[in-house]
């Protein structure tokens, strides 16, 4: 029985409401039959009554005489051929005289006269017990014997105030059960058609309100492997309890896909915070010993008294360590500078500063830059953010491509300096997204991989953001820098 | 009529029946009896010494007796045959056809007018009938104690015959049977029988073969036991008060119809083939039958 509760709605539903519908109707149907049936007897009882009434009175005379083939004609009259019998078609008639013996039936085959009718069967014992219960009879005395297939109707032959017997009309219950069996299958058709017409209507009704639901229930069922999808938005668009459970799943994928991508953020945030850490850590360890020896290195180039090949080899060792120290310089991202307020002189510098490499790559260069003379941002900073992004944008542009180039205040807030860089190079893929910024990850060849690193470094530093995205075929840089304490109020352009 | 009632076989509940049938007829007649015998029309009484209810027939016969005697004629039928003889009694009626054993009653009253030829000659019986799957039975004697069917307490040979032939076999007619009853006429006597309610009966054999050819399924239910002796077909007479010369004209008109095409015609639908004057020998042996039972 549990497998039936472990149906999907897709089944159970229609399953259940068919399974209502017929039961509503057996049950109707039914009533309707028992109805009909009850019906059936009264109509035979009431037309008994009217016939027995009125043979009763036309019999009494030829009982008061004695006159039986007088009577025999009279309870005879009602009888019809067997093909013209109805339910309200009476059986037999028998006139029983008052020591309950057969006066005359209109069958004196079965009934024939002068038998004492407890002699004729079950039905005629009860039936003499009846009348020869002392006291008020309730006429027409109506008997249905259990075990019996007839109907008897009894009334008194009176003349003036003397009862001379009885009238016992009998009807075959055999005759109304065909009558009664084709208003059964009159109603068990219109119930079919019934059927017919709702069990469609309600499987369509069913499976339309189960398909969300099972669609519902196997996104539910996979949130775990993967991150669950909204819902079709014409699904159900209907806004009762299950609409409502609808809409709250797609606001729950949507809270769902905002706490990973933001999970996804601290983890990439913690993890170039720790590469800061350790790379700041080495720098230092590296620099101390370093600068000793380049001063070691400085004081022994003085030296004139140096072999030519011993010089050489000094000149050597000087450029690597030269070269550690620049490198290390670079890892070592320095903000606490004199804070000199970004100016247009800077922008201009940086436009002129860049040519060459523009120039290099045929590249288009789109400038956008909206400030006021002057922005309280660190000078020093911006430009170095500035150039990595730049030349980092036009490396990664096609030769002859296209970059751009928009700076300034987004919707003219106070509070937050904007800088937008574009390239129309290849796109980067998630992975390189993902650790796009960090040390040595450069995409390209060439590149020692410390540009965006370092942008990364000052821009956090700055309690500013950076982001980057491919967007319309480009690849899109976006840093949004506080002027002043207070922070951007949104991440991303 | 005191004494009509003391030849009744002794029965209460008939006695009540006949004497209320007696009032009742006496009357009718005395309201309208005058009236009637001033207008020249000829009154015939039809009785159920035939099959009186074939309507179409009597209103043929009727026709045919009143273009015949250039009188207009009326059929007065009655279902038993006391209401007829009451009627003659009366002089209600001029002529009827009745049953022998009435005749024999009426003796002083009426005079013989014609006697029916039935197969030739003017002679019928009495059959003893019980139903056809009813093969038990071989005699009279194996219906003791069981329920029986008589025509009419004026009936020959659905009454008188039937009784006589129990009482010759030695046996009281009033307790022979278990319970009897009459049907007032031979044709439901048939059906009495045919339908069960009565184990026997008794019939007059004209009507039983009548019947046989005119509606066949109903005596086809039903088998002869034993035929008795014949006896005077039921006849045709006229009240002693008819003149001498109504008298010749009806008798002649009767013995002549066996000659005319339309006489020919009615007598095949009545089954009979002509009349005779006959004579009152005839009915000597219900005379007979009479005396046994203290009636003559």
């Known amino acids: 029985m549990r497998w039936l509760f472990n149906l999907s709605f897709r089944h159970k539903i229609p399953l259940w409401t068919s399974f209502l519908i017929s039961l509503s109707i057996f049950v109707v149907g039914a009533a309707l039959m028992t109805r009909a049936y009850n019906d059936m007897k009264n109509a035979v009882v009431i037309s008994a009554d009217n016939l027995g009434h009125t043979l009763a009175n036309t019999v009494a005379p030829t009982l008061l005489h004695d006159d039986v083939w007088r009577a025999f004609e009279i309870v005879r009259s009602p009888i019809r051929a067997e093909s013209?019998?109805?339910?309200?078609?009476?059986?037999?008639?028998?006139?029983?005289?008052?020591?309950?013996?057969?006066?005359?039936?209109?069958?004196?085959?079965?009934?024939?006269?002068?038998?004492?009718?407890?002699?004729?069967?079950?039905?005629?014992?009860?039936?003499?017990?009846?009348?020869?219960?002392?006291?008020?009879?309730?006429?027409?005395?109506?008997?249905?014997?259990?075990?019996?297939?007839?109907?008897?109707?009894?009334?008194?032959?009176?003349?003036?105030?003397?009862?001379?017997?009885?009238?016992?009309?009998?009807?075959?219950?055999?005759?109304?059960?065909?009558?009664?069996?084709?208003?059964?299958?009159?109603?068990?058709?219109?119930?079919?058609?019934?059927?017919?017409?709702?069990?469609?209507?309600?499987?369509?009704?069913?499976?339309?309100?189960?398909?969300?639901?099972?669609?519902?229930?196997?996104?539910?069922?996979?949130?775990?492997?993967?991150?669950?999808?909204?819902?079709?938005?014409?699904?159900?668009?209907?806004?009762?309890?299950?609409?409502?459970?609808?809409?709250?799943?797609?606001?729950?994928?949507?809270?769902?896909?905002?706490?990973?991508?933001?999970?996804?953020?601290?983890?990439?945030?913690?993890?170039?915070?720790?590469?800061?850490?350790?790379t700041a850590g080495i720098a230092h360890e590296i620099n101390n010993p370093l600068a000793g020896l380049i001063t070691a290195v400085d004081t022994l180039k003085l030296r004139q008294d140096l072999d030519p090949k011993a010089r050489r080899h000094l000149e050597l060792i000087d450029r690597g360590l030269m070269q550690i120290r620049d490198t290390v310089a670079a890892l070592l991202v320095q903000t606490r500078v004199q804070a000199r307020p970004l100016n247009q002189h800077d922008l201009e510098d940086i436009h002129t500063l860049i040519q060459p490499q523009v120039g290099a790559r045929r590249i288009r260069l789109d400038w956008s830059a909206a400030m006021p003379a002057e922005l309280p941002a660190p000078a020093s900073l911006v430009r170095q953010i500035l150039i990595n992004l730049l030349l980092n944008a036009v490396q990664a542009a096609e030769e002859g491509g296209h970059v751009s180039l928009w700076l300034g205040r987004k919707d003219d807030s106070e509070t937050c300096l904007t800088i937008v860089v574009r390239n129309d190079g290849t796109q980067l893929d998630d992975e390189q997204l993902a650790r796009l910024f960090e040390p040595f990850a450069s995409t390209r060849t060439g590149g020692h991989g410390l540009g965006l690193w370092v942008t990364y470094q000052i821009v956090t530093q700055l309690n500013g953001c950076i982001s980057a995205r491919n967007v319309d075929e480009q690849v899109e840089f976006v840093v949004n820098l506080p002027l002043g304490e207070t922070p951007c109020s949104t991440a991303s352009a | 009529?005191?004494?009509?009632?003391?030849?009744?076989?002794?029965?209460?509940?008939?006695?009540?029946?006949?004497?209320?049938?007696?009032?009742?007829?006496?009357?009718?007649?005395?309201?309208?009896?005058?009236?009637?015998?001033?207008?020249?029309?000829?009154?015939?009484?039809?009785?159920?010494?035939?099959?009186?209810?074939?309507?179409?027939?009597?209103?043929?016969?009727?026709?045919?007796?009143?273009?015949?005697?250039?009188?207009?004629?009326?059929?007065?039928?009655?279902?038993?045959?006391?209401?007829?003889?009451?009627?003659?009694?009366?002089?209600?009626?001029?002529?009827?056809?009745?049953?022998?054993?009435?005749?024999?009653?009426?003796?002083?009253?009426?005079?013989?007018?014609?006697?029916?030829?039935?197969?030739?000659?003017?002679?019928?019986?009495?059959?003893?009938?019980?139903?056809?799957?009813?093969?038990?039975?071989?005699?009279?004697?194996?219906?003791?104690?069981?329920?029986?069917?008589?025509?009419?307490?004026?009936?020959?040979?659905?009454?008188?015959?039937?009784?006589?032939?129990?009482?010759?076999?030695?046996?009281?007619?009033?307790?022979?049977?278990?319970?009897?009853?009459?049907?007032?006429?031979?044709?439901?006597?048939?059906?009495?029988?045919?339908?069960?309610?009565?184990?026997?009966?008794?019939?007059?054999?004209?009507?039983?073969?009548?019947?046989?050819?005119?509606?066949?399924?109903?005596?086809?239910?039903?088998?002869?036991?034993?035929?008795?002796?014949?006896?005077?077909?039921?006849?045709?007479?006229?009240h002693r008060s008819v003149s001498g010369a109504d008298f010749q004209t009806m008798q002649q008109h009767l013995l002549d119809m066996a000659r005319t095409d339309a006489g020919r015609r009615l007598l095949g639908r009545l089954h009979l083939d002509g009349f005779t004057a006959g004579t009152p020998a005839l009915y000597d042996g219900v005379a007979q039958m009479m005396r046994a039972f203290g009636e003559a």
């Open chain 2, 1 to 238: 009529m005191g004494n009509t009632l003391n030849l009744l076989p002794s029965r209460n509940r008939r006695d009540w029946l006949i004497r209320s049938g007696c009032f009742a007829a006496v009357g009718l007649i005395g309201l309208t009896r005058k009236s009637q015998a001033a207008d020249g029309k000829i009154r015939v009484g039809m009785t159920p010494a035939f099959l009186h209810d074939q309507h179409s027939l009597l209103g043929e016969w009727r026709a045919f007796m009143a273009a015949s005697l250039k009188r207009p004629v009326e059929f007065v039928q009655r279902d038993s045959y006391r209401e007829t003889m009451d009627l003659l009694r009366l002089e209600k009626l001029d002529f009827a056809w009745i049953c022998d054993y009435p005749y024999l009653h009426l003796k002083q009253e009426v005079r013989l007018l014609a006697v029916p030829l039935y197969q030739g000659r003017p002679h019928y019986r009495s059959y003893l009938i019980v139903r056809k799957d009813n093969t038990k039975v071989g005699s009279m004697k194996d219906l003791s104690g069981s329920v029986f069917a008589y025509a009419d307490p004026y009936s020959n040979t659905g009454y008188l015959a039937p009784r006589y032939e129990i009482r010759q076999s030695g046996h009281d007619p009033r307790s022979f049977f278990r319970k009897t009853f009459f049907t007032w006429s031979h044709r439901k006597v048939v059906e009495a029988v045919a339908s069960g309610l009565a184990h026997g009966g008794a019939v007059d054999s004209y009507i039983w073969e009548t019947l046989s050819i005119v509606e066949p399924a109903l005596p086809a239910r039903t088998r002869v036991v034993s035929r008795s002796p014949e006896y005077g077909f039921p006849p045709f007479v006229s």
């Open chain 1, 84 to 278: 013209a019998r109805t339910p309200v078609q009476v059986d037999a008639v028998v006139v029983l005289t008052r020591d309950n013996k057969v006066f005359v039936s209109s069958d004196p085959d079965a009934l024939p006269m002068l038998t004492e009718a407890a002699s004729l069967g079950s039905d005629w014992r009860r039936l003499g017990e009846r009348l020869s219960v002392p006291g008020e009879q309730k006429w027409p005395l109506v008997l249905e014997p259990d075990d019996s297939s007839y109907l008897y109707l009894v009334l008194p032959i009176i003349d003036k105030d003397a009862q001379l017997g009885h009238l016992v009309l009998r009807y075959a219950k055999s005759v109304f059960h065909p009558w009664f069996i084709d208003t059964i299958w009159q109603g068990l058709g219109i119930g079919l058609l019934v059927l017919a017409v709702l069990i469609p209507i309600n499987w369509y009704w069913g499976s339309r309100m189960a398909t969300p639901l099972v669609d519902l229930a196997q996104r539910m069922g996979m949130m775990l492997e993967k991150p669950p999808e909204p819902l079709p938005p014409d699904l159900y668009p209907y806004h009762d309890e299950l609409g409502q459970l609808f809409q709250a799943y797609d606001r729950m994928v949507l809270a769902l896909r905002d706490k990973a991508a933001l999970e996804n953020e601290m983890v990439k945030s913690e993890r170039l915070a720790a590469i800061g850490q350790l």
